[in-house]
């Protein structure tokens, strides 16, 4: 996939500066003078405006890699780096097959043969090849809207009918389920106390991975209340199209696990950083020494502080939260026989958890459980209701409430 122009150069031709954009010349006047200086500025702010500065304005001259890129230009700053990250992954199997083809060749035959190809890997639920498909077919619908790409090219695409279940070749995935307490108990030996803290916050919420790594400081309202609940608005979340602002409420326990994390940090800090987990590793480590250190060994430490061969994220995501849960997981199975092993689990399946505990925990139960996950029906994950005052009552009452399953007995 070819490469997003970088923006035009100020150059020299002869006493005249010009520049190189969108395959012209264009004279900017006598090198080095401030007219041309002022003009090269100009020039350089109209084509950041442009998304696609760099390709050709005619339906005749686009290839699909060139839409690809002007696609990927588009989106990189309007996607979360996970849904950034599953449009290259879908667009890179449209261009490998298709990147030279002229944009208004493509059609439903050629869009059913890039989807073959994610089929063939076999790595791919279902669902998740019928997302792809429909991502490639909104890069056809981006060349629309920009008039690169005929209408009726994605008028023809829209008519192909995803992918039915047992169709040949593809698969489901089983329906994911709750994580048992067991098996997170076991798990927290195995992690850094930041890792540890996070698991047992999200296991008792019942809330996205994305509401606990991405948690910040100044999202935490602690002003005190008659009721002891702290309030925790996340600044986005993944169904606020939906519900707008989300008001979570925080009890007791998860208070004593967040506290530690919140002082002497600036409100855009997180609370659960990556940071301070690899400093609990070290010192875990250091703790663990069975010889003293020696002065050459504490010179190579010092350098390697003063430079450090990567640098740690403010925040977790989605792939280095589980990562960190698979890492603590296989820390535990490391010398125990298969028998007792803790079973992979992901931290998903504690949001799975939480509602099935509630469903279980009293009469109304099912009642409590949609009104906990602000679902329309017990039954659903995918739409959402608004988030009523009466769903806040209750889950204030259920913060109040709470208890710490994954808290080892004393």
Sequence with gaps: MPRSNKPPKYSKNGKYACVYANGKKIYLGLYGSAESRQEYARVIAEWQSQPIAHLSNSESSVSVSELAAGFLDYSQSRQDEIQFGHSKYAIGYLVNVYGMLPANEFSPKKLKICRSQMVKTGRMCRNHINDYARRIIRVFSWGVQEELVKPDVVAALREVKSLRKGEEGTHDNPPRKPVSV???????????????????????????????????????????????????????????????????????????????????????????????????????????????????????????????????????????????????????????????????????????????ALKKSKDAGRILAQAAMAHTSPTTTDIYIDDTDEQLIIREILAMERKNPFALEK
Excluded: C
């Design 182 to 356: 067991d098996a997170v108990r076991r798990t927290l030996a195995g992690a850094s106390p930041t890792v540890s803290a996070m698991i047992q916050v999200q296991g008792m919420l019942g809330e996205r991975p994305g509401a606990v790594y991405l948690m910040r400081v100044g999202e935490i309202d602690r002003d005190q209340r008659s009721n002891g609940l702290w309030y925790y608005t996340p600044k986005s979340h993944k169904t606020e199209k939906y519900i707008g602002n989300k008001v979570i409420p925080l009890g007791k326990p998860e208070q004593e696990l967040i506290a530690p994390y919140l002082e002497g940090k600036k409100p855009e800090e997180a609370v659960f950083s990556p940071r301070t987990a690899m400093k609990e590793h070290a010192t875990e480590r250091r703790s663990e020494r069975q010889s003293p250190m020696t002065p050459s060994q504490r010179e190579r430490n010092q350098a390697r502080a003063g430079k450090p061969m990567r640098k740690l994220k403010e925040f977790y995501d989605h792939s280095s939260y589980r990562q960190a849960v698979e890492h603590a997981i296989k820390k535990v199975n490391k010398d125990l026989p298969d028998e007792e092993k803790v079973p992979h689990w992901t931290p998903y399946q504690l949001r799975h958890f939480q509602a099935t």
